[in-house]
């Protein structure tokens, strides 16, 4: 595992050109000649038994591609940004690499650290585009053009309002509260108006402790396709906003302003970081924002200690569009990229469900019993792994996640579930999925205005936040905010008119 040691290599790195380690620079392995791809993941770090499960899995992939071994390189999120831009600073050799919530792939493929894929797809692994579905395949392209493959797992997505369930149903009509949410696509007054009876009764009663984590209200009811802009769902004209620049939003800043006046939002907002889980331990928040599915509630609840209940914004499950959160690349610095891409069918298919579930769960006997013929007991950990465990990767962070096996946090048919319901009968899909904002002509601009929004967090929080806020609309319109939704409305409208 590699940490933040690395922050004062920097000055020792003289940056390369993205274009110095081109395409005709590698030597592609053919037949049965050996390679060793060298493959960067996100996880939990190296654990105790990695080696010997990274071993075997080599073993086993030579079965399938024969002469090929793998060397991995598992890195927690705190440290995978840095590394993989001193990785590419150096032009260090990587085959395979996530991308996900750390990284902008806009961003690095404009950097050229990516590979085009479509044509090592096509040639390589076709079985990739018959066993994944093309909308998901589609959120993996820039300017047309695949450079990553989207780690397929649970997409759709179904925001809730969660909470204590005691102190809901001492403060709550449980019924009535789920049914005005329900009525509306976005948020209201009224919405707000029963939320704050419940803070005030829960302070009242002693019971607020760290109060309701802050909100991201200004999202539901849009398609939030290149944060912060989004066109509202139930707008036939899908006319693009800035989500932070509405008169809805102004007017639940000014509500946030006086829960936080009241106490109702922890004091310390300003300084907060990032959230730990001790943060929704039983003295921690009693409401809070999250994404609800059948089975969550309960695996939550267990996990933390105390009951809860989540109010489902939306009746229907959404598939968006946009990016999905973790996703494999082929980094330009890669040696063998056939191979590579050979390994990425093998993670996302039926055929290589074996070599999949080995890299996730480890080994049978060792790291997890086999209790069914897709059912397993983790040995060590329910769950997630840790670093603490002896071996184990999220099974997000790498493959088709339909291909793994299920644990004793999961319930039978959920695959299918997430298959036949999340995806299918319950899912509402975006009237323009697919579309991916090209932010090739507004990329300076877009670029301010991500700094600036991230430099106005919990503004609420502040004395003079009106006047804050104000500040923040007048350097949102100076860098670019008005030329950004207008070049973002035209490309929805183009998308519109070639896929009626």
């Known amino acids: 595992m590699r940490h933040s040691k690395y922050a004062g290599v920097f000055a020792l790195i003289v940056i390369a050109a993205a274009s110095a380690f081109a395409a005709g620079q590698a030597e592609p392995a053919t037949g049965t000649e050996a390679a060793q791809l060298n493959v960067m993941l996100l996880g939990p770090g190296r654990q105790q038994d990695s080696e010997r499960v990274w071993a075997s899995f080599s073993d086993l992939l030579g079965e399938t591609l024969p002469g090929t071994t793998v060397d991995f390189e598992v890195l927690p999120t705190s440290d995978y940004r840095e590394r993989w831009q001193l990785t590419m600073a150096a032009n260090e050799r990587v085959d395979l690499a996530w991308r996900g919530w750390v990284l902008s792939l806009d961003d690095e493929v404009a950097k050229g650290a990516y590979r085009p894929l479509d044509d090592l797809v096509d040639e390589h692994a076709p079985d990739l585009l018959q066993e994944l579905p093309g909308w998901l395949l589609d959120m993996g392209r820039v300017n047309g053009v695949l450079y990553e493959v989207p780690n397929y797992q649970q997409t759709a997505v179904r925001r809730a309002i969660w909470a204590r369930r005691d102190l809901a149903e001492r403060f709550l009509d449980i019924d009535a509260f789920q049914e005005m949410l329900w009525a509306s696509d976005v948020v209201t007054d009224e919405w707000l108006d029963v939320i704050e009876d419940f803070l005030r009764d829960a302070k009242e009663a002693g019971e607020l402790r760290l109060g309701i984590h802050v909100p991201w209200f200004e999202e539901q009811g849009y398609d939030v396709f290149a944060n912060p802009y989004a066109y509202r769902l139930n707008d036939p004209e899908m006319r693009v906003v800035n989500i932070w620049d509405t008169p809805r939003h102004r007017a639940t800043l000014d509500r946030l302003a006086e829960w936080y006046q009241e106490g109702y939002i922890r004091q310390d907002i300003l300084s907060v970081q990032r959230l730990s889980q001790d943060d929704f331990r039983p003295d921690g928040h009693i409401m809070w924002m999250d994404q609800v599915f059948r089975g969550s509630v309960a695996a939550r609840s267990a996990d933390r200690g105390f009951e809860m209940i989540a109010f489902a914004f939306d009746p229907h499950y959404r598939i968006l569009t946009g990016r999905t959160p973790t996703n494999m690349t082929v980094p ?42 897709n059912r397993i007991e983790t040995l060590h950990y329910v769950g997630a792994p840790t670093g603490d465990s002896p071996y184990g990767l999220p099974k997000w962070a790498v493959g088709n996640t339909f291909n793994a096996y299920l644990t004793q946090a999961e319930e039978d048919g959920w695959n299918e579930y997430i298959e036949n319901v999340v995806h299918g009968e319950k899912a509402r899909v975006s009237p323009i999925q697919g579309f991916v904002a090209d932010r090739t002509t507004v990329q300076d601009e877009f670029a301010l205005v991500d700094a600036i929004r991230r430099e106005y967090r919990n503004l609420f929080a502040l004395p003079d936040y009106k006047e804050v806020y104000a500040e923040y609309m007048e350097k949102l319109r100076v860098a670019g905010n008005d030329r950004i939704i207008e070049e973002f409305q035209r490309q929805i409208d183009d998308f519109r008119r070639q896929n009626r």
Do not use: F, I, S
């Open 332 to 373: 330009r610095t890669a040696r063998y990229p056939e191979r590579a891409v050979q390994l990425l069918e093998l993670l996302n298919t039926k055929r290589g469900a074996d070599l999949y579930n080995m890299l996730v769960y480890g080994l049978e006997g060792v790291h997890y019993e086999r209790v069914g013929d």
